[in-house]
């Protein structure tokens, strides 16, 4: 019993490492195309706070979104 405990932590420590360095890389993903696409569209681009503040709730929304889907419940 102590045994699966255990083992179930530490599956739970490491899936969110992942999950985190996942997001990390999703966030730094998001913030150039953030970048990119106003330096294209506006010419000037965008002020770093803004662009930062952007991709951070384009982020969070869609690792929530990812987080929160419903799964098809197995028969």
């Known amino acids: 019993m102590v045994v699966?405990?255990?083992?179930?932590?530490?599956?739970?420590?490491?899936?969110?490492?992942?999950?985190?360095?996942?997001?990390?890389?999703y966030f730094g993903i998001t913030l150039w195309i953030i970048r990119v696409a106003s330096n294209v569209f506006f010419g000037t681009g965008l002020e770093a706070n803004w662009a930062v503040f952007?991709?951070?709730?384009?982020?969070?929304?869609?690792?929530?979104?990812?987080?929160l889907e419903k799964k098809p419940s197995k028969k």
């Open 54 to 67: 952007s991709a951070t709730i384009m982020a969070t929304g869609a690792v929530l979104a990812g987080a």
């Open 4 to 25: 699966e405990w255990l083992k179930n932590l530490v599956i739970t420590f490491v899936v969110s490492v992942i999950v985190i360095i996942l997001a990390v890389i």
